[in-house]
């Protein structure tokens, strides 16, 4: 089976940094993916990791540890648009169709 | 253009109805998804269908049938609706490269009073 962990919320202010972390235990492994949802709308993907590391896309960036089932995905220069609920998502090694298993996702809130 | 799309966008019924929802994806994937988040936002897995076959059946009740009449097409169609199927529905499609990653649909708004 698989389990995903992540934060319930958090609260960042406009400007700063911010990192939310994902750590899951699962019987295979093969790719971890980052979403983001906007209340009231569908689940957009941010980033894919399936190798050991740190992956940058603008603003957002991804980092995953296979070895410590952990994985973060952070968040520079917040805006107020960011303020959505983050999803992460396991994809197992079997399992065939690409079944992904997702945290129930972490509600981060951008202040002024 | 819309890459994902479902109808309806909300449904509002009453216990013991039948519904169908419908999705169609013009990204020319050949797998398609079906999804339910529940009201704490956990979203679920329940069926997936590979170029009009079933690949995965999640534990749902068979009161809930996928139909795929062609690799564009995923429709849900739900029967003896209960209270505890209110919930969000998202259709979704996967893309074919390595990463194989999956987008999803505008979801349906499904509530059983």
């Known amino acids: 089976g698989q389990n995903i962990d992540q934060p319930t919320e958090m609260t960042a202010t406009e400007g700063a940094i911010v990192q939310i972390n994902c750590t899951y235990q699962?019987?295979?492994?093969?790719?971890l993916f980052w979403y983001q949802q906007h209340a009231g709308e569908a689940p957009t993907f941010l980033s894919y990791n399936v190798l050991d590391g740190l992956e940058e896309k603008g603003r957002f960036s991804s980092f995953l540890s296979r070895s410590k089932g952990y994985s973060y995905l952070l968040l520079k220069e917040l805006q107020m648009k960011d303020s959505a609920s983050y999803l992460c998502a396991v994809r197992p090694l079997t399992g065939g169709g690409n079944k992904l298993t997702f945290g129930t996702g972490t509600q981060l809130k951008v202040e002024l | 253009d819309t890459a994902v799309s479902q109808t309806p966008k909300y449904l509002v019924t009453q216990m013991g109805n039948d519904k169908s929802i419908k999705c169609e994806q013009n990204l020319g994937h050949d797998t398609m998804y079906w999804y339910k988040q529940d009201s704490k936002k956990f979203l679920k897995i329940m069926f997936s269908y590979n170029n009009k076959e079933l690949i995965i059946n999640e534990t749902v009740p068979n009161r809930f049938s996928p139909k795929s009449p062609d690799k564009a097409h995923l429709n849900l169609h739900i029967n003896s609706l209960e209270l505890g199927d209110s919930a969000v529905y998202f259709c979704?499609?996967?893309?074919?490269?390595?990463?194989?990653?999956?987008?999803f649909g505008p979801g349906t708004r499904l509530l059983v009073l």
């Open positions: 979704a499609s996967r893309t074919d490269t390595y990463q194989e990653t999956q987008y």
């Open positions: 699962t019987s295979g492994f093969n790719g």
